[in-house]
């Protein structure tokens, strides 16, 4: 088992995170990550301050172990957000999309763990300097929000490693153990996950997008909209849609007016799997079944045990 930087950071049994996921990661599936030995992860992302409070207090009651709380930093309630994660003692807070140095030190003060989320290596050395205590390296492969560079998870982790003594943690196309070993080979301490776990009965997403997400297969996830937030779709009619514009050479203020308000709600959270924004990784061609997240993470431990043996033999 391994006991490392990242499980002695987070005081943790397996190295695997839940990542924070919009729509799909509150309480149940943080606190059902966290008492299977990883870390679960509340998405603070798609949640009014009120919301959130909530979902700490039910996240505690459902687990003595330590849970994170995700905070996108564009996020326009940043500061009622920090508050209730400070006023309820949140002990680790991941921060995405945004200046590491805004925050950091201010949680650090309130004894608070800080993780990073950063797509590229000038931006995982701009969080070293900014003090936090880890980075997520999230490869283009991944789910959700990403880089520009498209810099894919193999090649990105031995980039940042090469350049960052902070312990690291890989993100974007992991959903097994071999892929976590495969990560761990390439210099990261600890995996986040985040796709494999919307398809779990405790991902608060709606069945219809963790049934598409089932059958999704290779090929069937683009990344898009890179003129506004570059995010990894499945392909539905919106997808489409936003390709059909694209063809007559849109201005930004078309794309923004196409993309509306609430999609990701919509497609994610209320299962409209025409209009509605899915985020998936393009690991999703590689999960076949919704089962609860305990038994993903024991199968990814196997796997990696198992994997581990095996590569010693080569
Ligand atoms: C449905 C969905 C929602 C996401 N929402 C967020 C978010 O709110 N904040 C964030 O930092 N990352 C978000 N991500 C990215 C994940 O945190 C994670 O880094 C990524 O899913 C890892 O790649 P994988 O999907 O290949 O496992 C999201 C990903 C998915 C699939």
Known sequence: MPNNKITQ???????????????ASGWKLASAVSNAGG????????MYPEILKEHIE???NATNKPFAVNVPLLYPDIDKIMEIIIQKKVEIVFTSAGNPKTWTKHLQEHGIKVVHVVSGVK???????????AVVAEGFEAGGHNGRDETTTFTLIPMVKEKIDIPLIAAGGIATGRGMLA???LGADAVQVGSRFVATPEASSHQNF???VVKAQ???TKLTLKELAPVRLLKNKFFEDVQKLYAENPSKEQLIELLGRARAKKGMFEGDLEEGELEIGQISGLIHEIKPAVEIVKKMMEEFETAKKEVSTF
């Open 58 to 60: 039910k996240c505690k």
């Open 9 to 23: 950071l987070f005081n943790i049994k397996y190295p695997i995170i839940q990542a924070g996921m919009v729509w």
């Open 183 to 185: 990560a761990m080979v």
């Open 218 to 220: 290779e090929g069937d």
């Open 39 to 46: 870390l679960g992860i509340i998405g603070a992302g798609s």
């Open 123 to 133: 931006f995982a050395l701009k969080s070293q300097e900014a003090g936090v205590d």
């Open 210 to 212: 963790k049934e598409m």
